[in-house]
DNA sequence: ATGACTTGTAATACAAGA
């Protein structure tokens, strides 16, 4: 049997609700971790996303910005959420599936507009994030276990994994200290980088194209920065990788898409 | 040349995204 397991950054779900039940009626995920829900668990719209077909709903949000969801066709063993960095931010939670699969759904910060920590509050937290993950993934011995750590990691650490890479080296989300932390945390698991297991690092993978510069999907001015990383002991069980790229032609799109495993 | 847009909040501009 295959579980299918979506990530998306869907940039406020009450403004995406529709596009949601789209994604949902044309790819079937088993799992859909959601990231940036913007809407206070009070206010989340939980009528529309019944009706979605999701028996197993965790939120973890908080007004207007930031927030992350799990919906589940398969029952839940566990739900857990944790705060990093001292900030209790709403960017992580975390399921366990009834046949031992661990989901950790992230959303890193951005980092702000200036890659420098010490000049910008943001970026350092982005990094004390990232390095938070890695110290996590290898105390908490996550090889050990069967667990996918996915979501909005924001970093787009390989060449291939932008559309310029050396006009956006000093792009935050593209920095070499970015990438630098970004092995970290694969190395820290160690944890496999689930798109490039499918998808050779020669080849360009993108799943974030900007609003701000103009025809960004159309002249494919993308980014990866959207991850799917999997303990070595699912090597054996990856059987199929997507990035649902037509979502960002969809009427009033997100600026990410869909990211989607099959597990056997 | 990440400038150009989109979102939420709250009151017509501002913060934030990356």
């Known amino acids: 049997m295959t579980l299918r397991l979506a990530t998306w950054n ?3 779900l009450r403004k995406r609700t529709a596009h949601l039940a789209r994604f949902v009626a044309e ?3 088993d799992v859909i971790c959601l990231q940036e829900t913007k809407v206070s668990d009070a206010a989340f719209p939980h009528d529309e996303i019944a009706a979605l077909g999701y028996p197993e709903v965790v939120i973890h949000g908080q007004k207007g910005y930031n927030g992350v969801a799990i919906l589940s066709r398969r029952p839940l063993a566990k739900r857990d959420k944790r705060v990093w960095c001292g900030r209790d931010d709403r960017r992580h939670l975390c399921v366990r599936l009834a046949d031992g699969l661990e989901v950790h759904n992230f959303y890193v910060p ?5 890659p ?3 000049a910008n509050e943001k970026f350092a937290h982005k990094l004390d994030f990232l390095t938070e993950m890695a110290d996590w993934a290898a105390r908490s011995r996550i090889a050990r276990r069967n667990a996918v ?8 650490p390989l060449e291939t994994d932008v559309w310029n890479h050396k006009r956006l080296l000093r792009s935050v989300g593209h920095t070499p200290v970015e990438s630098e932390h970004m092995a970290r945390l694969h190395a820290a698991g ?3 980088d689930v798109g490039r297991h499918f998808v050779p690092a020669e080849q360009p993978l993108y799943t974030w194209w900007g609003y701000r510069f103009p025809q ?3 002249r494919d001015y993308g980014w990866r920065l959207d991850h799917i990383l999997a303990s ?3 090597a054996g069980a990856l059987k199929a990788f997507r990035v649902h790229r037509e979502t960002r032609t969809w009427e009033q799109p997100s600026d990410h898409v869909p990211v989607v495993l099959d597990l056997a």
């Open 10 to 12: 869907v940039n406020s």
């Open 27 to 29: 790819a079937r995920p």
């Open 110 to 114: 951005s980092g702000g507009p200036t």
């Open 116 to 118: 420098d920590r010490a």
């Open 149 to 156: 750590v996915l979501g909005d990691l924001n970093v787009a």
């Open 190 to 192: 160690p944890l496999i």
């Open 216 to 218: 960004s999907y159309q």
């Open 232 to 234: 070595p002991k699912l």
